[in-house]
């Protein structure tokens, strides 16, 4: 005689502790197996596209902080692109100079704070407060350059708010002489571990066709092997005057595409944002960092995209301007909010113990997908 | 490497009967200018064609345009292969807003489609799931981002402005 | 000793038994379990602190001793919340018998050759068969919790706990196997002496089958050891209460005193499953050096030393479990199941028959 089974519905969230956020996630169980993941996203929406519509451009500049609250120099990097490509704005030298130092130093504490978490997701939660004291420091240099620890609203259209405090570029310095060996430390403690292998290698196997044609962008993209980094591609700001390298995924330790690839290509990212950096801190030129700033911003008729490499992935502004003093429409493409479509995908046939896995190695901020 | 215009050009011989328009007035990127019904064959033609092979959508945004009485959506495509852009548009009726999808030929344009229907409110044609993404799925007091949109006062009981 | 006296004070036989008897049981309870239960929290809250860089509870005493003295009296004041649709007879009465499973499994453990709760012939058997009421408590827990995760939880931890029965019996047979008796008090009493006669290294005695036996125990020591901290539901098997996956497992839906009982049989079953591993393998309270009261000619002292033996060896396996706990990540529920029918288990039984062949040399 057959047994009598069911399909089980488990509600992974809102309030969960992996579900990094207020995401839910109904899963389909087949006694442990997923048969079907279905997001509920929305939980956080905000309405930033909504606001923008009913302030001026450089009021729009802390509000872009609060979508990917881990990378918010990121999120000001990218607006500030795509406004001054509209406005035709040229900005100082040392400006640009200053947010490549920035961005870099916030893709180091993101993609601390991504695999923090992912240790956290797997079951080992010392790595994460590891990880945690070296974002403390980097946490550190933005609060003396412009007195905030998360939101910094410090990239401007056409300049930044602070020129660098004078410690700044010794205490950098500093920071990456430490760095380094503690990023050795995690690796031997985490990346490496034996368990951790077994939990992460040959889980949530992503090939790059479907990676890209879902839109996966970012570290997501590269750990399945695909060499593709806006950074290089299709250079922004000052970036194609540093040497550095794209770490791609190779499959280590199972399947090219793995979880656990998706995790090492953060771990690599980190090593080559602090050649970044320090390249960046060597050609550091003088010069005044306001000088650009537009009085009163008032793009001409016409709209702008712009992306940027955020630590998430492909970040892009898409800006309407109607010739007023506020935009007629902005619509941002989050990556983590694209990224989250692949879940179902990735998930089906492994197990509930995965799906969290899973989740934390494409590493994603409600902030940015719920807007 | 393919400029606006030669992709214009390709475009305009393989879709002789299409009305399809250059717009190069631009402060930044030209825009091709579709038909909201064909826009899923010039993608499918846009995302294979050999010398083209736009594989990535990088971004698909609703705009409500009540001057013109249209809802529009512009995609931005890029390809991950050839390394060039072209910005798409199409403008639809602000009434009968009727677009075709495009998710089957980018999956990524899945919640982007959806995000501009919970928003804007355009129906996008054989979408295959077409919900509320970022509102509740009971919001029943119109679309957000519609220029002529206001707050309900009640919603679910509870008190909308505060 | 307390029999006598009690006969003493009474002149009746049986009242002193019914006295007698009361006390004793409730005695390892206050003197041990419950300060080692409220000690071990703390310690492992300053244990997992100083590996990670922090310090751990400060504020509320020195050090913060008196930091889990506090949460257990919040936890006693708590309000005992219960769902409308849990089954309230087995919601109510699952931590109870988790708690009694654990704490019973304490009546027959050997703290020194004067202190012992019961000394049973079938030592080793009563631990088995009573910490099998654990699993009963846990699955009580999950189903009664009417609660998708409470559910999973204790499923895993069911079959997490019975699969890991399995090596941790064989093993335990291989030393009754040696040794020819199921005491634990006989069995720690064979180990007298120095380090080597415990049975890690073979055991007493210098036959060519003690140094024959050395490798099958060490591998004996580890699968046994390995298979404890599964049936604890330490890291890396701490797959039930998995905090990422599962929020909190079993317990997800208790409050208050009821949680505080789960909360301290985990941590009474850490330190009875490290008893048990000493008192087979590490000479149990024996003293690995000899004996201080031997030396002066103290015998009074020789209880007390080796009661101290006996929590230091145990302690030291706790902090080891802690110590795994801090540093590992955790498997998945498939990947603990292969661990144990798949290595732990034909490993055991192959170790078996080997010590048994020896044995019979």
Same mark, same amino acid.
């Given at each position: 005689?057959?047994?009598?089974?069911?399909?089980?519905?488990?509600?992974?969230?809102?309030?969960?502790?992996?579900?990094?956020?207020?995401?839910?996630?109904?899963?389909?169980?087949?006694?442990?197996?997923?048969?079907?993941?279905?997001?509920?996203?929305?939980?956080?929406?905000?309405?930033?596209?909504?606001?923008?519509?009913?302030?001026?451009?450089?009021?729009?500049?802390?509000?872009?902080?609060?979508?990917?609250?881990?990378?918010?120099?990121?999120?000001?990097?990218?607006?500030?692109?795509?406004?001054?490509?509209?406005?035709?704005?040229?900005?100082?030298?040392?400006?640009?100079?200053?947010?490549?130092?920035?961005?870099?130093?916030?893709?180091?504490?993101?993609?601390?704070?991504?695999?923090?978490?992912?240790?956290?997701?797997?079951?080992?939660?010392?790595?994460?407060?590891?990880?945690?004291?070296?974002?403390?420091?980097?946490?550190?240099?933005?609060?003396?350059?412009?007195?905030?620890?998360?939101?910094?609203?410090?990239?401007?259209?056409?300049?930044?708010?602070?020129?660098?405090?004078?410690?700044?570029?010794?205490?950098?310095?500093?920071?990456?002489?430490?760095?380094?060996?503690?990023?050795?430390?995690?690796?031997?403690?985490?990346?490496?571990?034996?368990?951790?292998?077994?939990?992460?290698?040959?889980?949530?196997?992503?090939?790059?066709?479907?990676?890209?044609?879902?839109?996966?962008?970012?570290?997501?993209?590269?750990?399945?092997?695909?060499?593709?980094?806006?950074?290089?591609?299709?250079?922004?700001?000052?970036?194609?005057?540093?040497?550095?390298?794209?770490?791609?995924?190779?499959?280590?330790?199972?399947?090219?595409?793995?979880?656990?690839?998706?995790?090492?290509?953060?771990?690599?990212?980190?090593?080559?944002?602090?050649?970044?950096?320090?390249?960046?801190?060597?050609?550091?030129?003088?010069?005044?960092?306001?000088?650009?700033?537009?009085?009163?911003?008032?793009?001409?008729?016409?709209?702008?995209?712009?992306?940027?490499?955020?630590?998430?992935?492909?970040?892009?502004?898409?800006?309407?301007?109607?010739?007023?003093?506020?935009?007629?429409?902005?619509?941002?493409?989050?990556?983590?909010?694209?990224?989250?479509?692949?879940?179902?995908?990735?998930?089906?046939?492994?197990?509930?113990?995965?799906?969290?896995?899973?989740?934390?190695?494409?590493?994603?901020?409600?902030?940015?997908?719920?807007? | 490497?393919?400029?606006?215009?030669?992709?214009?050009?390709?475009?305009?011989?393989?879709?002789?009967?299409?009305?399809?328009?250059?717009?190069?007035?631009?402060?930044?990127?030209?825009?091709?200018?579709?038909?909201?019904?064909?826009?899923?064959?010039?993608?499918?033609?846009?995302?294979?064609?050999?010398?083209?092979?736009?594989?990535?959508?990088?971004?698909?945004?609703?705009?409500?345009?009540?001057?013109?009485?249209?809802?529009?959506?512009?995609?931005?495509?890029?390809?991950?292969?050839?390394?060039?852009?072209?910005?798409?548009?199409?403008?639809?009726?602000?009434?009968?807003?009727?677009?075709?999808?495009?998710?089957?030929?980018?999956?990524?344009?899945?919640?982007?489609?959806?995000?501009?229907?919970?928003?804007?409110?355009?129906?996008?044609?054989?979408?295959?799931?077409?919900?509320?993404?970022?509102?509740?799925?009971?919001?029943?007091?119109?679309?957000?981002?519609?220029?002529?949109?206001?707050?309900?006062?009640?919603?679910?009981?509870?008190?909308?402005?505060? | 000793?307390?029999?006598?006296?009690?006969?003493?004070?009474?002149?009746?036989?049986?009242?002193? !038994? %019914? @006295? +007698?008897?009361?006390?004793?049981? /409730? *005695?390892?309870?206050?003197?041990? =379990?419950?300060? $080692?239960?409220?000690?071990?929290?703390?310690?492992?809250?300053?244990?997992?602190?100083?590996?990670?860089?922090?310090?751990?509870?400060?504020?509320?005493?020195?050090?913060?001793?008196?930091?889990?003295?506090?949460?257990?009296?919040?936890?006693?004041?708590?309000? !005992? %919340? @219960? +769902?409308?649709?849990?089954?309230? /007879? *087995?919601?109510?009465?699952?931590? =109870?018998?988790? $708690?009694?499973?654990?704490?019973?499994?304490?009546?027959?453990?050997?703290?020194?050759?004067?202190?012992?709760?019961?000394?049973?012939?079938?030592?080793?058997?009563?631990?088995?068969?009573?910490?099998?009421?654990?699993?009963?408590?846990?699955?009580?827990?999950?189903?009664?919790?009417?609660?998708?995760?409470?559910? /999973?939880?204790?499923?895993?931890?069911?079959?997490?706990?019975?699969?890991?029965?399995?090596?941790?019996?064989?093993?335990?047979?291989?030393?009754?196997?040696?040794?020819?008796?199921?005491?634990?008090?006989?069995?720690?009493?064979?180990?007298?002496?120095?380090?080597?006669?415990?049975?890690?290294?073979?055991?007493?005695?210098?036959?060519?089958?003690?140094?024959?036996?050395?490798?099958?125990?060490?591998?004996?020591?580890?699968?046994?050891?390995?298979?404890?901290?599964?049936?604890?539901?330490?890291?890396?098997?701490?797959?039930?209460?998995?905090?990422?996956?599962?929020?909190?497992?079993?317990?997800?839906?208790?409050?208050?005193?009821?949680?505080?009982?789960?909360?301290?049989?985990?941590?009474?079953?850490?330190?009875?499953?490290?008893?048990?591993?000493?008192?087979?393998?590490?000479?149990?309270?024996?003293?690995?050096?000899?004996?201080?009261?031997?030396?002066?000619?103290?015998?009074?002292?020789?209880?007390?030393?080796?009661?101290?033996?006996?929590?230091?060896?145990?302690?030291?396996?706790?902090?080891?479990?802690?110590?795994?706990?801090?540093?590992?990540?955790?498997?998945?529920?498939?990947?603990?199941?292969?661990?144990?029918?798949?290595?732990?288990?034909?490993?055991?039984?192959?170790?078996?028959?080997?010590?048994?062949?020896?044995?019979?040399?």
């Amino acid at each position: 005689m057959a047994i009598k089974t069911e399909e089980m519905v488990l509600n992974m969230g809102p309030q969960h502790p992996s579900t990094h956020g207020v995401l839910r996630l109904e899963l389909a169980l087949e006694g442990e197996i997923i048969t079907n993941v279905i997001p509920h996203i929305g939980y956080l929406h905000r309405c930033f596209e909504k606001h923008c519509e009913a302030m001026t451009y450089p009021q729009i500049v802390p509000y872009t902080d609060r979508m990917d609250y881990l990378a918010p120099m990121g999120n000001e990097f990218g607006y500030a692109i795509a406004m001054e490509k509209l406005l035709g704005i040229q900005v100082p030298e040392r400006v640009d100079y200053i947010r490549v130092i920035m961005a870099e130093l916030q893709r180091i504490s993101s993609h601390l704070v991504a695999l923090g978490t992912y240790g956290a997701d797997i079951g080992a939660f010392t790595p994460f407060l590891y990880c945690f004291i070296d974002r403390e420091k980097v946490l550190n240099l933005f609060e003396i350059t412009c007195g905030a620890r998360l939101l910094y609203n410090y990239i401007w259209i056409g300049g930044l708010s602070h020129d660098l405090h004078p410690d700044f570029v010794r205490k950098t310095r500093e920071f990456i002489k430490e760095f380094r060996p503690n990023l050795k430390e995690i690796n031997d403690l985490l990346s490496h571990n034996r368990i951790f292998i077994d939990r992460t290698a040959n889980v949530g196997i992503l090939p790059i066709d479907t990676a890209i044609n879902y839109g996966v962008s970012g570290p997501n993209l590269r750990g399945s092997g695909f060499k593709w980094d806006i950074r290089k591609d299709d250079p922004y700001s000052i970036y194609n005057k540093f040497d550095f390298d794209i770490p791609v995924g190779e499959g280590k330790y199972g399947t090219v595409g793995d979880s656990w690839d998706r995790y090492y290509v953060r771990v690599l990212e980190m090593e080559e944002s602090c050649r970044i950096i320090e390249q960046a801190l060597d050609q550091l030129p003088e010069g005044d960092v306001q000088s650009a700033i537009p009085k009163r911003v008032k793009p001409v008729v016409g709209n702008v995209y712009a992306r940027v490499e955020n630590p998430r992935g492909d970040l892009g502004y898409f800006i309407i301007s109607d010739g007023s003093t506020s935009p007629y429409r902005v619509k941002v493409r989050a990556p983590s909010f694209v990224t989250m479509q692949v879940l179902n995908e990735l998930c089906k046939g492994y197990m509930v113990a995965d799906v969290v896995t899973i989740l934390g190695s494409i590493d994603i901020v409600l902030g940015e997908i719920d807007r | 490497m393919k400029k606006a215009e030669e992709i214009f050009q390709l475009l305009k011989d393989n879709f002789p009967a299409s009305n399809l328009e250059l717009k190069t007035d631009q402060p930044t990127e030209a825009i091709i200018i579709a038909s909201p019904l064909e826009i899923d064959k010039i993608c499918f033609f846009l995302h294979d064609a050999p010398e083209l092979l736009f594989d990535d959508l990088m971004n698909l945004s609703g705009v409500d345009e009540p001057k013109a009485g249209v809802l529009t959506v512009y995609y931005h495509l890029g390809s991950t292969k050839i390394k060039h852009k072209i910005t798409l548009k199409v403008s639809t009726d602000r009434n009968k807003p009727e677009v075709s999808t495009v998710t089957e030929v980018w999956k990524s344009a899945d919640w982007h489609e959806r995000e501009a229907y919970d928003l804007l409110g355009i129906i996008f044609l054989n979408h295959p799931d077409l919900r509320r993404i970022l509102m509740p799925y009971d919001w029943d007091a119109g679309y957000p981002l519609r220029k002529d949109y206001e707050n309900p006062e009640f919603y679910q009981g509870m008190k909308v402005p505060y | 000793m307390m029999y006598d006296f009690l006969v003493d004070l009474f002149g009746n036989s049986v009242f002193a !038994d %019914i @006295i +007698a008897g009361t006390i004793q049981s /409730l *005695l390892p309870l206050f003197l041990f =379990i419950l300060p $080692f239960a409220l000690f071990a929290v703390y310690l492992e809250r300053k244990v997992s602190a100083h590996m990670q860089d922090r310090l751990g509870p400060m504020r509320t005493g020195w050090h913060g001793w008196k930091q889990t003295i506090a949460d257990i009296i919040k936890l006693i004041q708590k309000e !005992d %919340i @219960i +769902a409308t649709d849990n089954d309230k /007879l *087995l919601f109510n009465l699952a931590p =109870i018998v988790v $708690f009694v499973g654990s704490y019973a499994a304490f009546a027959a453990i050997p703290f020194s050759s004067y202190f012992i709760g019961t000394e049973l012939d079938l030592g080793i058997f009563y631990i088995v068969a009573v910490t099998g009421l654990v699993v009963a408590g846990i699955l009580m827990a999950g189903w009664a919790s009417n609660n998708k995760y409470s559910l /999973l939880g204790s499923m895993r931890s069911v079959a997490q706990i019975i699969s890991y029965e399995i090596p941790t019996i064989l093993v335990m047979l291989s030393l009754v196997m040696i040794s020819g008796t199921m005491s634990l008090h006989t069995l720690s009493e064979q180990q007298t002496g120095y380090a080597w006669n415990w049975y890690i290294f073979g055991g007493p005695g210098m036959t060519l089958s003690k140094f024959l036996l050395i490798p099958s125990m060490f591998i004996g020591f580890l699968i046994i050891y390995i298979s404890t901290l599964a049936e604890v539901n330490r890291t890396p098997f701490d797959i039930p209460e998995a905090e990422s996956e599962l929020v909190s497992g079993y317990h997800t839906e208790y409050s208050g005193m009821k949680f505080a009982m789960f909360f301290l049989a985990e941590y009474a079953n850490m330190f009875a499953v490290s008893a048990i591993v000493v008192a087979l393998f590490l000479g149990g309270y024996q003293s690995p050096v000899g004996y201080f009261g031997d030396l002066i000619g103290a015998s009074w002292m020789i209880p007390i030393e080796q009661f101290t033996w006996f929590t230091v060896k145990g302690l030291f396996f706790v902090f080891v479990q802690m110590w795994l706990r801090w540093t590992l990540p955790r498997l998945r529920v498939d990947q603990l199941m292969t661990t144990s029918w798949k290595y732990l288990i034909p490993i055991a039984f192959v170790n078996l028959i080997i010590i048994g062949l020896i044995t019979l040399l």
